[in-house]
Every structure is written in structure tokens, then in C-alpha cells.
């Protein structure tokens, strides 16, 4: 009896889903004409696709439904149907970086669209800050006897690095981790009356969630910058919300960072004005080390 060959592990299912949406936006790898215009169709509108039947998708790109059958199995799906299970798995990220807006990008452009989207990002902000929420978590930054900042990923980690820049001017202890195992052990290791501050863009940090809610079953008070109705809001005491949406530039880093720093030097000055005879005191002891070992005069920035 011979044997069959074992191609099952050179397939792309057999590798896990396929990103099917690259593979369709990828004419190198489409053998034939009718491949590469099935594939045109189907990207045309992706909605369409992942509703209709086979005969709807084969008459929309006037190819035969043993056709698109085939076409299915060569992307790496079992069936037509697993094909639109993963198709639309795929679109939810892949058409807005496969097919980019279009957008210019003279210097020129460039600059106005980064400043105008950071400047309705803070506007945004501004409009839609919760003034308590801010006001009772200054009073529990202020009065902790030491505060730890969780945050991870490049825009979290700059965020808690800047509360930490912000707050030990201030006389507060504080120290900043972007860490998930030396978060996890730090919020084991919490004492009552210390504070955790969070940072998440996104509030889907499900590493943070998991601190947050063993700081919850300790008794120790967390603090959230975040999304508003997120995982980690829902898991924090105190939350500060910042939704904002983003746009399709997929090349313009988040704007939403400019409204999370503004956040953070809000809580900043709010804990400076508590006890401002302190704050100015320490503020001074800083900047004389600085006129004498680095800028000769009190004209330059605050050790920034």
C-alpha cells in the first residue's frame, strides 16, 4: 500500500489561523488570474464578504463557486465557512495598515496635523474631565506614605515615569515600574495607606487588572489614568477617564498620550498646591543644585 504524503504541516492552517487578509492583499502568492480577481472582490468590501454566500461572493467576482472553494483551501481554510470565520478575524485589524489613508506629508503637513491632533486631544480632555475624580486622587497621593506607578508598553511606561519625575520634586515617595512579575510583587508586597497609580491607554492591560485586583484584596487604594468603563477602570478605586478616539493614520503616534500627560501634571500641580510652603521649599533646594552645578543662573527649566 503506499503511502500518502504528509503535506499537512507545510499548510498555512496547520501553522494557525492565517492572516487572511495579507494573503489576500498579496498578488505574488495568487497563482492565476481568477485568484487575483476573486481576491480584488473580496477586499473590495470585506463586510460583503464575510455576510454573503459562496454564490454571492463567486457572482460579485464573476468566478464559479468551485472556484472560490478552492481558493479558500489554498489560503490555508478548511471550508468556505472557516474561510469567513477567519476573514473576519482578520479585518479587524488588517485593512486599516494593509491600505493606509492617504495622507500628505510635507514637513509642512506633517507639523500641522501633529499639533492639531494633539490639540484637540487635550481639548477633548479638558472637556470631558472628571474634576472629583482628580481632586480625590491628588488628596491620596498627597497624604500616602508611599506611591508605586504601574504602567507598561512605550506609552504607559513614559506616563509613570513622568508621575514619578512630577511627584518626587514634591517630597512624595514614589517609585515607577514597567515591569508586569516586579508590578505583580510589588502589589503583593503593598502595605495599607500606600497608593497604586495605573496607567493604560487602552484599560485592556489584563496584567494590570490582575495587580489592581490583588491591591483591592489587600486593602490598598489603586488609581487608574485610563478608559473609562475599561477593565482596569473597573478594577481601580479612583479613575481618572480619558476617552478619546483615534483617527486612521496608522503613522501619527496616539495623540491621546498628550491628554495622559496633561492628566498627570494637573494631579502634579493639584499636589504641590496642597501644601504650597512645602512644595516651594523643596522646589528651590532642587533648583539651587542645579544653578550651581549646571546652569550658572535661574533662567533655565526646572531640571528638565
Known amino acids: 500500500m503506499s503511502?500518502?504524503?504528509d503535506v499537512t504541516g507545510d499548510t498555512p492552517a496547520a501553522m494557525g489561523p492565517p492572516d487572511l487578509i495579507a494573503a489576500?492583499?498579496?498578488?505574488s502568492g495568487l497563482v492565476s488570474a481568477l485568484e487575483r480577481k476573486l481576491a480584488a472582490s473580496i477586499l473590495e468590501d470585506v463586510s460583503f464578504a464575510t455576510n454573503a454566500s459562496i454564490?454571492?461572493?463567486a457572482a460579485r467576482a464573476g468566478v464559479s463557486p468551485?472556484?472560490?472553494t478552492r481558493f479558500c483551501r489554498r489560503l490555508g481554510c478548511a471550508s468556505f465557512s472557516d474561510f469567513k470565520v477567519q476573514l473576519a478575524k482578520s479585518a479587524y485589524v488588517g485593512l486599516r495598515?494593509?491600505?493606509p489613508e492617504s495622507v500628505t506629508s510635507t514637513p509642512a503637513e506633517v507639523a500641522e496635523d501633529i499639533v492639531t491632533k494633539a490639540q484637540n486631544a487635550l481639548f477633548e480632555m479638558h472637556r470631558g474631565l472628571d474634576l472629583q475624580a482628580l481632586s480625590k486622587a491628588a488628596g491620596l497621593l498627597v497624604h500616602a506614605p508611599m506611591i508605586y506607578a504601574f504602567g507598561a508598553g512605550g506609552n504607559s511606561t513614559m506616563i509613570v515615569n513622568e508621575l514619578h519625575n512630577r511627584l518626587f520634586r514634591l517630597g512624595c515617595r514614589i517609585t515607577a515600574s514597567n515591569d508586569h512579575g516586579m508590578?505583580?510583587?510589588?502589589?503583593?508586597?503593598?502595605e495599607q495607606g500606600a497608593v497604586v497609580f495605573g496607567?493604560?491607554?487602552t484599560g485592556r492591560n489584563m496584567e494590570l487588572v490582575r495587580c489592581f485586583s490583588l491591591l483591592r484584596e489587600r486593602g490598598v487604594t489603586t488609581i487608574a489614568l485610563t478608559q473609562r468603563g475599561s477593565p482596569v477602570a473597573e478594577a481601580a478605586d479612583v479613575v481618572i477617564g480619558v476617552n478619546l478616539p483615534e483617527g486612521q493614520n496608522i503613522f501619527r503616534a496616539s495623540s491621546t498620550r498628550y491628554a495622559f500627560l496633561a492628566a498627570v501634571d494637573i494631579l502634579a500641580n493639584l499636589v504641590a498646591y496642597e501644601d504650597r510652603s512645602r512644595s516651594a521649599k523643596l522646589l528651590r533646594g532642587i533648583k539651587e543644585q542645579l544653578i550651581r552645578h549646571r546652569d550658572g543662573d535661574d533662567r533655565q527649566l526646572l531640571g528638565d
Open 183 to 190: 508590578n505583580l510583587m510589588l502589589a503583593a508586597a503593598a
Open 66 to 68: 468551485p472556484t472560490v
Open 97 to 99: 495598515y494593509l491600505r
Open 55 to 57: 454564490t454571492e461572493i
Open 24 to 27: 489576500l492583499s498579496d498578488e
Open 3 to 5: 503511502e500518502r504524503p
Open 199 to 201: 496607567s493604560s491607554l
